[in-house]
């Protein structure tokens, strides 16, 4: 398996526009998460889903991030309008919890700069 | 809630010595208990974990890391450093039943001299 996916690697966008960040989890986990990293707050749990049903997005900021998994191989996090504040690196993350093998797999990143 | 908390914001340590990097969790039970590995510009790596069992864990890359229940402590360390270890270094506590959400300490600067 090639891993977690994220796209794009890299985002810059001006203040007030929509971006859409992109994960493809591994084939055959069913927990996929998504972090936020900044040198601030460090990682933060944004939401994580199961079975593509969001579980806890108690860690979402604010009404402008919303996150959707529409199947088991897709999941996006949009955040509309995005503002400087939303600067960061966004993780994905994908588990599954078999006896052992519960460890979270993590993507390489979104590197988002708001401007 | 489960909580973790690394101390040391960054280390710094010669080549060829040893290292400790020093992790405390907050839990109710028996904690999952992880290292990851983040070096710049890339995504996570799991280093090793602990689930039950023996308490000296072995992990990728000549890493161990203890759990001490009495401590609650689940400190890594290398016997001799390479300077391809420095990187952000990341302790993270799991329950142990039900759901498992992965709660990351602030992390571990590690700078290796030569």
């Known amino acids: 398996d090639a891993g977690v996916i994220q796209s794009p690697r890299h985002e810059v966008t001006e203040m007030g526009q929509e971006v859409t960040l992109r994960c493809k989890p591994i084939?055959?986990?069913?927990?996929l998460f998504w972090y936020r990293q900044t040198m601030m707050r460090g990682l933060e749990l944004l939401i994580y889903?199961?079975?593509?049903?969001?579980?806890?997005d108690s860690g979402m900021p604010e009404d402008r991030f919303s996150a959707k998994m529409p199947n088991a191989s897709f999941s996006t996090l949009k955040i509309q309008p995005s503002e400087p504040r939303d600067s960061a690196v966004y993780f994905c993350?994908?588990?599954?919890?078999?006896?052992?093998?519960?460890?979270?797999?993590f993507g390489q990143g979104t590197r988002l700069t708001v401007v | 809630a489960q909580s973790v908390t690394q101390p040391d914001i960054h280390i710094t340590v010669s080549e060829g010595a040893s290292l400790e990097l020093r992790c405390n969790y907050s839990?109710?039970?028996?904690?999952?208990l992880f290292w990851y590995v983040q070096s710049p510009g890339q995504g996570l790596q799991l280093l090793l974990k602990?689930?039950?069992?023996?308490?000296l864990v072995q992990g990728i890359k000549g890493f161990e890391a203890e759990f001490k229940r009495s401590q609650s402590s689940f400190n890594l360390r290398k016997p001799s450093v390479h300077w391809s270890d420095a990187a952000e270094y990341f302790c993270?506590?799991?329950?142990?039943?039900?759901?498992?959400?992965?709660?990351f300490g602030r992390g571990t600067s590690l700078i290796v001299h030569p």
């Open positions: 084939s055959g986990h069913d927990y």
């Open positions: 993270a506590v799991g329950a142990s039943g039900g759901s498992y959400i992965p709660t």
């Open positions: 889903f199961n079975n593509n049903v969001p579980i806890d």
């Open positions: 993350a994908s588990s599954s919890f078999e006896g052992r093998n519960t460890e979270a797999f």
């Open positions: 602990y689930f039950s069992g023996d308490t």
């Open positions: 839990y109710g039970a028996t904690p999952y």
